[in-house]
């Protein structure tokens, strides 16, 4: 039914032959909500032409991007398919019916439907004069809305400024000049200002290494302890030296954590980023730990930008499909990582993926079906911070 539904709004836009090519300016509100925190020329310029109305723009419903230095946008001809379509068109009514399931039963059934055709309709799409609808109407301050999900691009920030005003500011000013005003009008300082206040209110994705890694596995470093990061048999203060094998190999594991809004000092989510000695030159992004659930799909989405091999499955076990994140394919991968050899630690550490280590030669492994049982190889599964001959 909901496909029948959306096969009739198509076929309503294109009869009514609509020819929007510009609307009005607008920003989502955490937009507005950065650009009111900069002092610059260029943001005041964009707050009044969100305000203003004028509809002149070829993009429009903009909102942060992926990166710090972007935006999101959708073009202004793809608007009018995703609004709904009783505000233009009338309301929909839908048809029921009854049919005679096999049991002899009748039953009632969804038909499809028809919209009211408003007597005297102008299209508002059209016609500056009969244009009815309000794109700052509450409904699209809404995230749910499809207007911020659907048809949507990305650009630099500063692309997007010399679009929206083309030849309007330079590039960059002297520092000299810059120093001078009250308030800067080039696209470079604007750009770093941007980028400086989005990274200041955003979740962000970093790396670390070293002693870095046991600093940040401490339950201590937590901004909030829920999930499977509070949940992580390795995140007690005092398992800090069981991770001595992550410390001793800078090279080889790095981790990548996730601070919330507003703090830089404390973590929400973290996962091991491991270079890969087979498949050589690759990299994998091993079990990913959130205080959030939803913050899961912040690291993969990253893995997938960055074209890493990634684990198919949030849990721990090495008998998982492995997805590769440069051609999207999920299958078994056999994968080994070379760490320092022949480090007898106090402790280890309970490993997700490669769970199949030989100190002597420093090689861990998640091919388990191939690895030769015998005494030289460690199987690491033990959160007391030991380590089973396999």
């Known amino acids: 039914m909901k496909d029948f539904n959306e096969y009739l709004i198509t076929k309503l836009f294109e009869a009514m032959n609509l020819r929007v090519r510009e609307l009005e300016l607008i920003l989502s509100p955490r937009l507005l909500k950065i650009l009111k925190e900069i002092k610059h020329k260029i943001a005041d310029d964009l707050l009044d032409r969100h305000v203003e109305g004028s509809r002149d723009t070829k993009m429009t419903f903009v909102d942060l991007g992926a990166d710090p230095g972007t935006v999101s946008f959708i073009q202004s001809n793809k608007v009018p398919d995703l609004i709904e379509p009783e ?225 198919s499955s949030q849990a721990y076990g090495w008998e998982y499909d492995i997805v590769d994140g440069q051609s999207g394919s999920r299958k078994r991968v056999p994968m080994k990582v070379q760490m320092k050899s022949d480090v007898d630690y106090a402790y280890w550490p309970y490993f997700d993926t490669f769970q199949f280590y030989k100190a002597k030669t420093g090689v861990g492994t998640n091919d388990g079906d191939n690895v030769e049982r015998d005494d030289n190889w460690y199987y690491m599964v033990d959160p007391s911070g030991g380590y089973n001959n396999y």
């Open 87 to 311: 505000l233009v068109h009338g309301e929909y009514h839908p048809e029921q019916g009854v049919e005679t399931d096999k049991y002899g039963r009748e039953v009632k059934v969804m038909k499809g439907g028809y919209y009211d055709y408003i007597q005297n309709y102008k299209n508002p799409w059209i016609s500056d004069a009969g244009h009815v609808i309000d794109l700052h109407d509450q409904q699209f301050k809404s995230k749910d809305h499809p207007v911020w999900s659907k048809f949507r691009a990305e650009t630099t920030i500063g692309r997007f400024v010399n679009t929206i005003f083309p030849k309007k500011y330079v590039a960059n000013m002297k520092r000299a000049d810059l120093d001078k005003m009250d308030k800067p009008e080039d696209v470079e300082s604007f750009v770093n200002m941007f980028i400086a206040t989005v990274e200041a209110h955003s979740k962000i994705l970093k790396f670390v290494d070293g002693e870095q890694i046991k600093h940040y596995y401490s339950s201590d470093r937590y901004a909030k302890a829920g999930g499977t990061l509070g949940g992580s048999c390795m995140n007690s203060p005092s398992k800090g030296k069981y991770l001595e094998i992550y410390v001793n190999n800078p090279d080889t594991v790095r981790m990548l954590v996730l601070y919330p809004e507003d703090v830089r000092d404390k973590i929400i989510g973290r996962a091991l980023v491991w270079k890969l000695d087979e498949p050589n030159g690759r990299t994998y992004m091993d079990r990913i730990y959130t205080a959030n659930d939803s913050d899961q799909y912040l690291f993969i989405e990253y893995a997938k930008t960055k074209g890493w091999l990634y684990k």
